[in-house]
């Protein structure tokens, strides 16, 4: 394997240097009550390449400008990029036709987009055609993402407002993964997360009583929202820690567990950050 790129090396501001990625359509409608309409609109993502933290927002298109807005908002929120890197548009992986049709279509915008971009200071990086490798960064945090929301969200549509509620909780679990322990004693469980480096410490939900076992239809929209969370973290961390523990074929000799060594544990009545 080739040398990581010095982004991804280098200690440096939270998001100062990031990727960029869109997951979508997903629709939304305009309001809870009967006869609302639907509209389509997608995910934006975010990934710190230093610290793999994410950052997720709703554009409500899928044009420059709807970008634009998503971008400065993550921006007031997580401060001027330096760099952001992206997909050129024929490499989207996992996109489907109808995304891809439309990154097309605002290609022609995109030089009018970088510099809206270069107002800011920020340089707006793309991978070469055709090495969907070099987005590995962000596309190995959002695969599990995009695979297990499609299948949580199902046929529910959700408002603008409860969508972006349900991403924002959705975020905080993926800022809460671990990912190296925080000492070596051996009574210490806690781990290192991307949380630590957003606000210091780590990123908890509030305790509330779960939800999976009751039919939607006697949920209020509230607890639709929460139970659509309690099932993305059910399937997202088993998903995501047994990829941590996979078992490769060993080339090189390792050490067997020992006692006081910090091992990851898979518990199902966990909640979501936890």
């Not at 996109?95 to 915008?109: C, G, N, T, V």
């Not at 999976?212 to 820690?241: C, D, G």
Request: glycine letters at 6%.
């Amino acid at each position: 394997m080739g040398q990581l790129p010095i982004t991804r090396t280098t200690p440096s501001r939270p998001f100062a240097h990031s990727g960029v990625d869109y997951a979508g359509p997903i629709n939304l409608k305009t309001w809870k009550g009967r006869g609302a309409k639907t509209y389509k609109g997608y995910i934006v993502l975010f990934v710190c390449f230093a610290t793999s933290a994410v950052h997720l927002e709703i554009a409500t298109d899928y044009s420059t400008e709807g970008f634009i807005a998503a971008f400065k908002r993550f921006t007031g929120r997580r401060g001027i990029c330096t760099t952001i890197t992206s997909d050129c548009g024929t490499n989207l992986v996992g996109a489907d036709a109808e995304l891809r049709k439309l990154f097309h279509a605002s290609s022609k915008e995109l030089t009018h987009l970088i510099n809206l971009l270069a107002n800011d200071g920020t340089e707006w990086k793309f991978n070469p055609p055709s090495a969907s490798h070099f987005g590995g960064k962000w596309e190995a945090g959002v695969k599990s993402v995009k695979f297990h929301l499609k299948r949580v969200i199902g046929e529910a549509t959700l408002t603008y407002e409860e969508y972006s509620t349900l991403l924002i909780q959705i975020e905080a679990v993926l800022n809460s993964r671990p990912i190296y322990p925080l000492s070596d004693d051996s009574t210490d469980v806690d781990a290192l997360t991307p949380g630590h480096f957003l606000t210091g410490a780590a990123i908890n939900t509030v305790p509330e009583p779960s939800l999976l076992n009751l039919k939607q239809t006697r949920l209020t929209r509230w607890q639709l929202q929460r139970q659509l969370l309690e099932s993305f973290w059910q399937r997202w961390s088993m998903e995501y820690l047994q990829r941590l523990q996979g078992i490769s074929k060993w080339h090189n000799r390792i050490e067997n567990i020992k006692i006081d060594a910090l091992v990851l544990i898979t518990d199902e009545r966990y909640l979501p950050s936890k």
